[in-house]
């Protein structure tokens, strides 16, 4: 039984997927991240990885590879103390950012001997979002969400990484962000494609029903980079676009002709600029 696995990384002038490659779904080795990037040709990269991948013996194989890497913390990290969420002056913190016109405070601290830093960030929006849903939850008696709990719940407010790159947390907490493209592209990929398990019968079938979406993939991200181009991203996502997208038909006349089928004057100016004619 084999499963796909894409190569995260990203290139930064293309912010596009490059890489690919299979493996079989019961090898868990972490040589198979410095085999890939090997393989892929890539000299510099940067690993940001999911929760629960972050371990002592993790971060010491990484820089022994003399691999970058961003690897956030679980919530019950000892690197955010009770002190720190007890301290609720923003003078803890060293600045701040605004990202999507949201507040999100931060620090960032030296630890041990090894050049390894940790980043604390503090979205408020998100903060109270999640405050008002845990509170409204203890008001509705669900199992659990109690006045006691809401108190031990304030470290999940904060998100924090450690990493082995010496930069600005502005710097981390984009790269990080950036990550999440890929997870909508991959939402795409099971929710709209339909894309899950590969039931295929010989591993060249699985090789085309990885490159067959490695290939959706590339043309998912330039639909997201040309929203951004047309500094439209933040009005329409690529998965409206593609729904949209679905309701234009192309009607064939019986002398050969086709038109298309008739689109609001909205929808012909919004594919125009992303340099498709509805003609």
């Known amino acids: ?70 690897l956030p913390l679980q919530s019950n990290t000892q690197y955010i103390t009770d002190d720190f969420v007890a301290d609720l002056s923003t003078k803890k913190y060293d600045d701040f950012l605004v990202y ?52 031990d719940s304030s470290k999940k407010n904060y998100i924090a990484f450690i990493s082995n790159i010496d930069t600005t947390p502005e710097n981390i907490y984009l790269q990080y962000k950036s990550r999440w493209e890929i997870e909508e592209c991959f939402d795409y990929l099971k929710n709209s494609l339909k894309v899950n398990t590969p039931y295929q019968d010989s591993n060249e079938k699985i090789e085309a029903w990885a490159f067959i979406n490695h290939i959706s993939l590339l043309l998912f991200y330039n639909l997201i980079n040309k929203l951004k181009e047309q500094k439209i991203s933040d009005k329409y996502t690529a998965e409206d676009i593609i729904n949209i997208g679905k309701n234009i ?25 992303l340099g498709v004619l509805l003609a």
């Open 100 to 151: 999507h016109k949201r507040i999100v405070w931060y620090k960032k601290e030296k630890i041990g001997n090894k050049n390894h830093f940790i980043y604390i960030y503090m979205d408020t929006d998100l903060k109270q979002t999640k405050d008002t849903l845990f509170l409204e939850k203890t008001k509705e008696q669900w199992k659990d969400y109690t006045r006691e709990n809401f108190k």
């Open 249 to 273: 038909h192309k009607i064939i006349l019986k002398n050969g002709e086709t038109i298309i089928a008739e689109t609001t004057r909205k929808e012909k100016d919004l594919f125009e600029s």
């Open 1 to 70: 039984m084999f499963r796909s696995q894409f190569w995260d990384a990203t290139n930064y002038l293309s912010h596009a997927p490059i890489y690919y490659r299979l493996l079989p779904g019961n090898i868990v080795d972490r040589s198979t991240i410095v085999n890939t990037i090997k393989e892929a040709g890539i000299e510099q990269c940067t690993l940001i990885a999911d929760k629960g991948f972050y371990s002592k013996q993790n971060t010491s194989f990484l820089d022994e590879q003399k691999i970058k890497f961003i």
